[in-house]
C-alpha cells in the first residue's frame, strides 16, 4: 500500500495526442476517454512512461549535481566503488531510476544491470494515477478562450485530492442546463448576463466563488478571469465535440496525389487543457538494505526520499504523448500547492 499521495497537473503548451489505438468513426485515431464519462483522459501507463524518459533523459551535469549533496553526507549510499566521481554519480542516479520505475534494462549500463542480476523481479517505489480533466478550454465570443469545468468534474477532484489532503473540502454549486457561473469581473462576460462559447449562448451568474480550489495554481488570477462552470450535460457535449480534429495526409514523390492509406484524422487535446494526476510513493521493494542506495537513510522514511527524489528531478516542461516530432504534446507540469489554502466550508 502507498504511503504518500501528492497532486500534480499539467496545462498543454501544444496541442495533445495521447492515443487509443485505431477506431472506425469519424476520426480514425481518437484520444484516450474514459468509459463511463467519455471525459478525455491519459493513461497511468502513458503518463508513467513518459516521465520515466524525461527522467532517463536528464543531462548528466544534471544527474551529478543532484547527488553530490547526497554524497557530501555519506558517498556510502552512492555506491559503485572504484569508478570517477562524476561516472559513480551518474550511475547511482540512473540506478534510483530502477528501484522508483521498476528495472528496465534497454540502454542500461552493464554496470548497473549486473547490480540487478540476481534479483530484476520488484516494482518500482512510484506509482501514477491516470490524468483527468480539470479545465477545458473552449473559444469565447469575448475574451478569446473560456475554461470551463462542470460540478461533476470539481466534486471528483475535491475526493480525489482527499487522499493527499484529509481536510480539503468545498461546496460545489449546482448548475442548470444553459446556465453558467462565473467570477465577477471576468474576461469573458458580455454585459455581465451572458457567455457566448464557440456559437452557444448561456445565461451567467457572477457569483462563483471556489477560491479554494483555484489558490492552489499558480494560475489563480488567470482561472479567476476565464473559469467558467456549465451545468454537467452541457461540459459533457463540449469535451466531446469541440477536441481537436487534424486531418494528415502524405504525397506520393512520383505521382505527387496523395499516398494509399496516408490519409487520416487524428484527435487532440487542445492547448491550455489543464489535467490533474496524483503520484502515490511507497518504500523501496528490496530484501538486502545495501541495494536502497541512496534511499537507505536513517532519520528519514523511505517513502519521503521516494517523494523527495521524484519532485527535486520532476521538470517543469516535457513531451507527452505521440507525434513528438511534429511539435506536439508539449506540456508543462507543475505540484498542486499544498502549502495555500486547505479548503473552504
Not at 52 to 68: D, G, T
Not at 94 to 117: A, P, R, T, V
Not at 131 to 137: E, G, K, M, V, Y
Request: aromatic letters at 12%; proline letters at 3%.
Amino acid at each position: 500500500m502507498f504511503r504518500i499521495a501528492k497532486p500534480f497537473y499539467f496545462r498543454t503548451i501544444s496541442s495533445l495526442h495521447c492515443g487509443s489505438g485505431n477506431d472506425l468513426g469519424m476520426v480514425d485515431l481518437p484520444i484516450q476517454r474514459e468509459k463511463h464519462t467519455s471525459f478525455p483522459k491519459v493513461e497511468s501507463s502513458s503518463l508513467k512512461g513518459a516521465i520515466r524518459e524525461a527522467f532517463e533523459n536528464k543531462l548528466e551535469q544534471q544527474k551529478v549535481e543532484f547527488l553530490e549533496i547526497i554524497s557530501k553526507n555519506d558517498s556510502s549510499k552512492i555506491g559503485f566503488e572504484n569508478i570517477n566521481d562524476k561516472k559513480r554519480l551518474k550511475l547511482s542516479f540512473d540506478y534510483s531510476i530502477q528501484l522508483l520505475f521498476g528495472y528496465d534494462e534497454d540502454n542500461l549500463d552493464e554496470l548497473i544491470k549486473k547490480e540487478f542480476e540476481e534479483d530484476s523481479e520488484f516494482s518500482g517505489a512510484l506509482a501514477f494515477s491516470d490524468a483527468r480533466i480539470l479545465f477545458f478550454p473552449v473559444r469565447s465570443a469575448k475574451g478569446i478562450f473560456a475554461w470551463i469545468t462542470c460540478p461533476y468534474v470539481l466534486n471528483r477532484y475535491v475526493e480525489d485530492l482527499k487522499l493527499c489532503y484529509k481536510d480539503f473540502r468545498l461546496n460545489i454549486p449546482s448548475v442548470d442546463i444553459g446556465q453558467c457561473i462565473t467570477y465577477a469581473n471576468n474576461k469573458i462576460s458580455i454585459n455581465n448576463t451572458s457567455v457566448v462559447l464557440e456559437e452557444y449562448r448561456f445565461n451567467e451568474q457572477q457569483n462563483l466563488n471556489i477560491d479554494p480550489i483555484l489558490s492552489k495554481f499558480r494560475e489563480m488570477n488567470e482561472l479567476k478571469e476565464r473559469v467558467v462552470v456549465l451545468n454537467d450535460d452541457d461540459f459533457r457535449d463540449f469535451v466531446n465535440q469541440f477536441t481537436e480534429i487534424i486531418t494528415r495526409t502524405k504525397i506520393d514523390n512520383l505521382t505527387g496525389t496523395v499516398a494509399q492509406g496516408a490519409l487520416f484524422n487524428e484527435e487532440y487535446l487542445p492547448p491550455e487543457t489543464i489535467m490533474y494526476f496524483l503520484v502515490f510513493s511507497t518504500p523501496i521493494f528490496q530484501k538486502e538494505e545495501k541495494k536502497k542506495g541512496i534511499f537507505n537513510q536513517n532519520g528519514k522514511k523511505e517513502e519521503e526520499l521516494v517523494m523527495e527524489f521524484f519532485v527535486k528531478n520532476l521538470p517543469e516542461v516535457m513531451q507527452l504523448g505521440g507525434n513528438a516530432t511534429i511539435g506536439k504534446g508539449i506540456i508543462k507540469i507543475n505540484e498542486i500547492n499544498q502549502n495555500n489554502d486547505k479548503g473552504g466550508k
